[in-house]
């Protein structure tokens, strides 16, 4: 499997709960207007604290190790892995303000899910290692576009922004400082990664009641997973 594709997920989010998609803007194509060209939106100050775990049972971080390909060499040996999610809150979906939407001819979009948990692709990070005695203190941050995925089928961006309620055109920056204190003797190895939160929607001919297509999809950047390893030197 391609490193970039695969993805790991949390279990800190509320259920999934569907929202019913609700059109109200039924204007002629004349009067259309196109949403804003993509800019970035930084997204920081909606990020909170979501997820936090400490581990440092022995067969728990065994796994890890197993699970992560983690090397340890000579008498190293990892002590600690802390986990920290910090995201937005759940987004509700429908019709966003932006203004007039274009009118779909043939396409409708139904049965709208804001999906969780939150997830992350395992090969977009930023990573440091640190070594104690010391400390680190950085920033994170990532700018990345919306994912999308409609199966091929030339609904339009407005359109599905509408449906979603965000403007899938954007690019979304989120960021979170991190700092740490490192004791003499041990290893600080932090990777972080931007999170993503998926929003599924299912498309159908308007004409005909038939569905186009099943489970399209939007990933919008929603916040940061900071991971931290603790090693012994």
Known sequence: MNTQKKKRQFKYSKAVKAIAVMFVVLFSLSSAVAVAQAKSVDV??????????????????????????????????LEKVEKIVYASK????????????????????????VNSPDFYYTSDYEHDITHGGG????????????????????????????????????????????????????????KAYPLYRRTTFDIYNKWNNTLVKQGAYTDKPVGVYIAQYTYSA
């Open 44 to 77: 920081d100050t909606d990020i909170q604290l979501a997820y936090h775990e400490v581990i440092t049972d022995e067969d728990e971080l065994n796994r890890i190790v197993q699970e992560e390909g983690i090397i340890l060499s000579g008498t190293k040996r």
């Open 90 to 113: 759940e987004e509700d979906t429908g019709a966003m303000n932006i203004g007039v939407v274009p009118y779909a001819i043939l396409y409708e979009i139904k049965n709208v899910v």
């Open 135 to 190: 400390s680190v203190s950085k920033t994170y941050s990532f700018t990345r576009a919306v994912k999308t995925n409609f199966g091929g089928v030339s609904i339009g961006n407005s359109t599905v922004s509408s449906a979603v309620g965000y403007d899938i055109t954007n690019k979304y920056t989120v960021s979170k400082h991190f700092s740490a204190t490192i004791a003499e003797g041990k290893v600080l190895d932090v």
